[in-house]
């Protein structure tokens, strides 16, 4: 643990553990039954034919397990955070920044960890051969976007807001508008892809992906928040989403302090 | 724990936009000594391979050392080596090809257990809320997969759905999500 990260920790009242970088946790936290949606899932059509139907089997976590990839330096590139200048033109629609931290369980910041987001562009439409839905593609957005996580753990993008789209699992399915996000964290075992939402959205009710996490209120952690703290005066509407990923074992070593 | 996880999501089809890049596929680069294939499909439960899925592979060098900062036995010798290979493509197929080398044996939990030699897979798609986790072994490591603490769990019948077979230039394993050759899939 650095005094500097100590100081940090301190200061956003936040309990100090371990440093992730500095500190390997020997393991990480076994998740509760609910934490994560079911991979059969009856609403969602294609889980039947696409999950395991024998039960899982414990895995000890060991050595390969609380490793894990730094892609950081790999694939990132300097304007891979901004989604609106990636081509000659400006893409049409809702500008936004979208920005938060990565945080393990216990609340320490993740820092210096890759995270990556795709999208549909304004008109709900992505790009890529297999989306065929009838809405333009807009010659000036892609919908890809990378950045690292800073000293805080924060990470920003800067977009466009996505639109809702139909899809075919049943009678007028539409997907909410929604972000994908995947994190790499610091272990194989921190490993995450998730979707970000839009407060209010009228499509929440009706969408069996977002309503495969039971729960409620961890629903609601998949929902980022208008901030107005944040909007860009005359640019951008800015939203605001903070992302846990699991944290340390419950036998935390303790030894380095 | 103070904090609740996010939960899951699936990737979607339509994770080629953002996920892959350039060298994914090569957990080391191209042309390094020993370097070897990985090959295989992915079937779902109709037995139909899975085109839009995303593979991810973590692995340690043969010398049992990883490529990440936490400094396990130091970081691997091996120039350019990742540990990691990322594979999936905006039209797939259901196969997947990654370049590596064969990892070597690592320690397990009790003094002196060693684990085989042995990959951690992710594998993501449409249709999965949250990723399924397995494990490569190699079929030609039988003692040390006869010593292995994790395939120790593993019923007997089913061990061999986690073996990869030798091939002319490294091994091929299949993935299979339902029926009787079902893979094992891990709670890590």
């Given at each position: ?11 956003d ?17 076994r998740?509760?039954?609910g ?24 895995l ?16 990132v ?12 033109g ?28 795709w ?12 989306d065929?839905w009838p809405a333009?593609?807009d ?9 690292i ?7 920003q993008f ?9 899809w ?6 539409w997907?909410?508008?929604h ?9 194989f ?18 969408d ?8 409620p209120k961890?629903?609601?952690r998949?929902?980022s ?14 939203y605001?989403w903070?992302?846990y990923?699991r ?11 | 724990?103070?904090f609740?996880?996010?939960p ?14 350039d ?10 000594p020993g370097?070897?294939h990985?090959?295989?499909t992915?079937?779902?439960g109709?037995?139909?391979?899975i085109p ?7 692995q ?30 905006e ?15 690592l320690p397990g ?9 042995h ?13 399924t986790?397995?494990r ?6 039988t003692?040390?997969n006869?010593a ?15 073996l ?6 490294g ?16 709670d890590?």
């Amino acid at each position: 643990m650095t005094e500097e990260l100590q100081a940090e920790s301190e200061a956003d009242g936040v309990r100090t553990i371990y440093d992730p970088i500095a500190d390997t946790p020997t393991s990480y936290l076994r998740e509760p039954e609910g934490a994560h949606p079911p991979l059969d899932f009856e609403g969602y059509k294609s889980t039947a034919l696409r999950h395991p139907k024998q039960p899982l089997i414990y895995l000890p976590q060991m050595i390969t397990e609380i490793t894990g990839p730094q892609l950081a330096p790999v694939v990132v590139g300097e304007s891979d955070h901004d989604l609106t200048i990636q081509h000659d033109g400006e893409p049409i629609g809702e500008r936004i920044t979208v920005s938060g931290r990565v945080f393990d369980t216990e609340g320490k910041p993740l820092r210096g960890t890759l995270v990556e987001v795709w999208q549909a562009n304004a008109a709900g439409r992505y790009l890529h051969r297999w989306d065929r839905w009838p809405a333009p593609l807009d010659p000036n957005f892609s919908g890809a976007g990378r950045c690292i996580t800073d000293d805080e753990g924060r990470y920003q993008f800067t977009t466009i807001k996505p639109g809702p789209y139909p899809w075919g699992n049943h009678y007028n399915a539409w997907r909410p508008a929604h972000i994908h996000f995947s994190l790499m964290g610091r272990a194989f075992t921190q490993r995450l892809v998730t979707q970000m939402y839009f407060p209010g959205d009228p499509f929440f009710p009706y969408d069996p992906i977002f309503n495969s996490v039971r729960d409620p209120k961890a629903r609601e952690r998949m929902v980022s928040s208008f901030s107005i703290h944040d909007t860009v005066p005359n640019w951008a509407a800015a939203y605001e989403w903070d992302i846990y990923l699991r944290g340390p074992g419950a036998t935390p070593f303790e030894e380095a302090h | 724990m103070i904090f609740q996880t996010t939960p899951s999501q699936t990737v979607g089809p339509y994770f080629a936009i953002g996920l892959p890049f350039d060298v994914g596929p090569f957990v080391v680069p191209e042309g390094t000594p020993g370097a070897i294939h990985i090959t295989g499909t992915i079937y779902d439960g109709a037995g139909v391979p899975i085109p839009d899925f995303l593979l991810e592979t973590w692995q340690a060098d043969p010398d049992g050392r990883f490529a990440d900062m936490h400094g396990h036995g130091g970081v691997s010798e091996i120039p350019g080596f990742r540990g990691f290979a990322r594979y999936g493509l905006e039209d797939g197929d259901g196969t997947f090809d990654i370049v590596t080398v064969k990892p070597g044996a690592l320690p397990g939990l009790g003094e002196g257990q060693m684990q085989a030699p042995h990959i951690d897979v992710s594998v993501f798609a449409r249709g999965m809320l949250h990723r399924t986790v397995t494990r490569i072994y190699f079929a030609d490591e039988t003692e040390a997969n006869a010593a292995d603490p994790v395939l120790a769990h593993v019923p007997v019948e089913r061990r061999r759905t986690l073996l990869a077979q030798p091939t002319s230039d490294g091994y091929t394993i299949d993935f299979r999500f339902q029926g009787p050759d079902e893979t094992v899939f891990f709670d890590v």
